[in-house]
């Protein structure tokens, strides 16, 4: 869409969150000529899942290459895995140089969203009162923290808090500190605090496959070659896609010889650097390589088999105030307890209270699982679209390549209903059911469905992910299926 394509037509446009996704949007907005929108941010800064978690070792587990928008290149990521606070420090400083803050309000959340007469009412946390002709829900996967039910969590004497709610005035030096929870981020928390911390005990429920990486840090000279050569970063990203091409290919289709690949690497990694056999099995999982959210880390088991590292696998009774008891009748004496179980995958939007077309709630809608169109779209909520929704790719590659397809997607949907003198998009019912059927059939092939337990699956053990190739699914972004929505 040109710049001047929205001049005629200025639809009042709100947005739900300030992250990655939230910046984007606005940006594209404006690039494509719409004036009239604005963003909710329920915090008082942008940056989303990295403002949100800042615990020690915090990274992303893309390329930061490529983890970047194509349009902004950062030739100064410090290495090929970039920390967290550089993540935060990239999107406040595209925030600035694109101008998005004037355009965001800060510290107000959305608990309401109604669409009624043929437009949405936004109600914010400061009692504020919107209307706005289209909504883009921005509002990320893993922001809504999940804490176990563990009995006794309350009574601990000690520093206890989630990783996403990190308590940096916590002494850590020398401290005894266990970690509850085997998921990505507790294993980048074990390989930062290791070899500080004066004991370390992780709670281990379910081992998990560790895929090797090469962290690399760059150089001053490479820095500066990105910097004079644009196609030098260009070249890393078609290299570094190539590989998440092969992953993508291989997560899809469980018998694959590409699949077999990775599980070959995962279990060489294991056997190569775990050398006492009680502690190998340990972390030896008992389901297959990539059935659960495979995990990236150049160093977690030279980590965890240093001496005062800890892996305990019996289950855990409840929390005491010196404590962890586990099932054994031991008590794990501890300073700080970290709870590691991760975020409410399929939380979306929710818990707002999103009400659609003669007032359909959403909750009712996604009772059985979240489902949307392409992950973007749910019928009867018209003009009402989602980044990074439900069964979208979040397994596969990169989430900001996710977010510009489904941006372009949602603006040339716009511009189509702009064409038509239209004011009202929403997919139609049966395209969104055959799509949804089509892709629970082919999640059945999938690494994901051989049998473990993991936040991809629904209540019904079906993958909630996009189980095609990764080149499918930018071949969908490229132009909207017209015939899949109704216009009015």
């Given amino acids: 869409m040109s710049t001047n394509q929205a001049d005629s037509y200025q639809p009042r446009i709100a947005i739900i969150g300030a992250g990655m996704a939230g910046i984007l949007t606005i940006i594209k907005l404006r690039e494509a000529g719409y004036r009239n929108f604005v963003a909710y941010e329920k915090t008082d800064r942008v940056g989303g899942t990295w403002r949100e978690n800042t615990y020690p070792g915090v990274a992303c587990d893309v390329p930061a290459h490529l983890y970047t928008y194509s349009f902004e290149p950062n030739p100064d990521w410090t290495q090929t895995f970039a920390p967290g606070p550089e993540i935060q420090t990239y999107f406040e400083s595209v925030a600035r140089k694109y101008d998005v803050y004037p355009h965001i309000r800060f510290n107000e959340a959305v608990p309401y969203c ?4 043929g437009r949405w009412h936004l109600k914010t946390s400061t009692g504020r009162e919107d209307f706005a002709d289209i909504v883009v829900a921005a509002t990320g996967v893993l922001h809504h923290p999940n804490v176990a039910d563990i009995p006794g969590l309350e009574t601990f004497k000690g520093a206890c808090f989630h990783t996403a709610r990190w308590d940096h005035s916590v002494p850590l030096e020398g401290k005894r500190v266990g970690v509850i929870g085997t998921g990505s981020t507790a294993i980048q928390i074990a390989t930062a605090l290791v070899k500080k911390v004066g004991r370390f005990d992780l709670f281990q429920r379910t081992a998990q496959w560790v895929m090797p990486i090469e962290n690399k840090y760059y150089t001053d000279d490479e820095k500066a070659a990105f910097r004079n050569d644009p196609q030098k970063i260009e070249q890393f990203k078609v290299e570094a896609n190539a590989y998440f ?5 291989a997560v899809i289709d469980a018998d694959s010889r590409e699949m077999a690949e990775i599980e070959e690497a995962c279990l060489k990694n294991l056997e190569d650097n775990v050398k006492d056999p009680v502690l190998r099995e340990k972390l030896r999982p008992n389901y297959r390589a990539g059935c659960k959210r495979l995990i990236f880390a150049p160093d977690f088991y030279q980590n965890i088999t240093q001496p005062n590292a800890n892996v305990i696998t019996d289950s855990i009774v409840g929390v005491e105030q010196e404590g962890v008891r586990t099932a054994d009748g031991k008590l794990h004496d501890l300073d700080v307890l970290v709870v590691a179980t991760g975020f409410k995958a ?20 996604w009772e059985d699982h979240p489902i949307a169109y392409m992950s973007i779209s749910i019928p009867e909520f018209p003009n009402f679209f989602m980044l990074n929704g439900p069964n979208g790719p979040v397994g596969n590659f990169s989430l900001i390549s996710i977010a510009e397809a489904q941006v372009a997607y949602i603006l040339d949907l716009m511009s189509e209903a702009k064409a038509r003198h239209c004011r009202e998009i929403a997919v139609r019912r049966q395209a969104a059911e055959s799509w949804e059927g089509l892709r629970r059939e082919a999640a059945k092939k999938s690494i994901w469905s051989t049998g473990c337990r993991s ?10 992910s996009w189980p095609w190739s990764r080149d499918r699914f930018f071949e969908e972004m ?3 299926e017209l015939e899949a929505f109704e216009f009015a």
């Fill in 455 to 464: 936040w991809y699956l629904d209540k019904h053990g079906v993958p909630a």
């Fill in 114 to 117: 109604a669409y009624e007469n």
């Fill in 346 to 365: 399929d939380s979306f939007i929710r818990p707002t209270t999103v009400l659609g077309r003669n007032g359909v709630n959403l909750d009712q809608v």
């Fill in 245 to 249: 091409r092969h992953f993508s290919d």
């Fill in 478 to 480: 490229k132009k909207p």
